[in-house]
């Protein structure tokens, strides 16, 4: 019978956290899946290398992980936080396509109001 429960605790701490796992996708998968991922919120890990704050209320941050090729190869996150070029980050938020703030500010694919934090 403890056996049992301990087995029931585990199943259901590992069903809360594996979602958060699942989610977490390269750089390349978030761009070539981008339709499938569309609305639904993911995790990246990737390095900066490029920012730029204070633009429309939220910093535009830049990040790269190694993977894809050409446009494939960079994803724009827009966060209330901010980073500095060279950091490692880790970056969750909204996958959002098409986005036009006008002005010539157009997406085709950004992950957005992402909350941001070390790599460790």
Do not use: C
């Amino acid at each position: 019978m403890r056996h049992a429960l301990m087995f029931a605790i585990t199943v259901a701490l590992f069903s809360l956290i594996t979602p958060a796992f699942s989610a977490t996708k390269t750089v390349e998968a978030v761009n070539l899946e981008r339709a499938q991922l569309s609305g639904k919120q993911i995790t990246l890990r990737g390095k900066v290398v490029k920012v730029n704050n204070g633009i429309m209320k939220r910093n535009f941050i830049h990040i790269v992980d190694g993977t894809g090729e050409g446009d494939n190869a960079k994803i724009i996150i827009t966060s209330a936080q901010t980073a500095q070029v060279g950091d490692e980050i880790i970056a969750t938020g909204t996958v959002g396509l098409d986005i036009d703030f006008t002005m010539g500010y157009k997406y085709d694919i950004l992950v957005e109001k992402a909350n941001i934090k070390p790599a460790m």
